[in-house]
């Protein structure tokens, strides 16, 4: 379970350019639950993303990861724990190294390095039946360095390597974002297929109303680093796009601008 308590975090801070990223904000993640979470640019979606990663430092707040406080740890410890696709397909794959040596690495993630042989026959068989599931022709490149992929490629291989140790949370920021229409609904497919066959806890970054219906059980909207709207699985399904955007500005009736093309027609 994630539980997120009192957090705050600002950019330069103390100067005539300070920036309230997250303004105490509370949020529970419960075990299994995916939970989309969907606001404006500036809203601190990928903030709160990047201070549970580690990536970012709260000023204030706490971060408690299955009982376990993690505010304080650096972001290779927490990565043991959490696992996190990006919204840049290149970000989470080396381009230089090989399909199997990056697979590698996620295998390794979290654990203590030894001298050992590189990579196993054992773990050979593995990666290439868990890149058979991708459908995508992958377990038969494994030698084949990443930088040839394609981005849809790239980031169905980031998910997999992100989830192959099982994590007890996955954060997916804006994960499809960069990707056209139909890899876009490809890598969402692969992701749900993921986190409900393993039983993950995730949590889904998008600026697509749409989406955010569509996908996990609970939706919550963010604005000015706050959390403005919290629905649950029954209520969402009751939900069209229109009365998200009603709902949102009855909750901010002085921000009426805030729900913008792209969180509509993207």
Not at 136 to 164: H, I, K, N, V, Y
Not at 191 to 204: F, P, Q
Not at 240 to 259: C, K, R, S
Request: net charge positive; hydrophobic share 40%.
């Amino acid at each position: 379970m994630l539980k997120v308590r009192g957090l705050s975090k600002y950019f330069a801070r103390g100067t005539a350019n300070e920036l309230r990223a997250l303004c105490r904000l509370d949020l529970d993640v419960r075990p299994g639950e995916f939970v989309s979470v969907i606001g404006s640019n500036g809203a601190g979606k990928s903030t709160l993303l990047a201070c549970i990663a580690g990536a970012a430092i709260p000023d204030e707040g706490r971060i408690v990861l299955d009982g376990t406080d993690i505010t304080g740890w650096p972001e290779h410890r927490r990565a043991g724990r959490i696992g996190r696709v990006f919204q840049d397909p290149l970000l989470g794959t080396c381009a230089s190294m090989t399909i199997e040596e990056n697979m590698a690495l996620a295998q390794r993630r979290g654990r203590r390095r030894t001298l050992r042989a590189g990579i196993t026959r054992a773990e050979r068989a593995r990666f290439r039946e868990a890149l058979g599931s991708l459908d995508l022709g992958l377990d038969r490149r494994l030698g084949e360095p990443c930088g040839f992929l394609s981005g849809g490629q790239r980031q169905s291989l980031t998910l997999l390597m992100a989830t192959l140790v099982r994590p007890s949370l996955l954060l997916l920021d804006e994960h499809t974002a960069a990707l056209d229409p139909r890899t876009a609904g490809l890598v969402m497919r692969l992701t749900c297929d993921v986190i409900e066959r393993d039983r993950l806890t995730a949590v889904m970054i998008t600026h697509n109303m749409q989406q955010a219906l569509s996908y996990g059980q609970r939706l919550i909207m963010m604005h000015r680093g706050e959390v403005c709207l919290d629905f649950s699985a029954e209520e969402k399904s009751r939900l069209t796009v229109q009365d998200l955007i009603y709902h949102f500005h009855a909750a901010n009736p002085a921000v009426q601008g805030a729900v913008s093309d792209r969180m509509i027609l993207s």
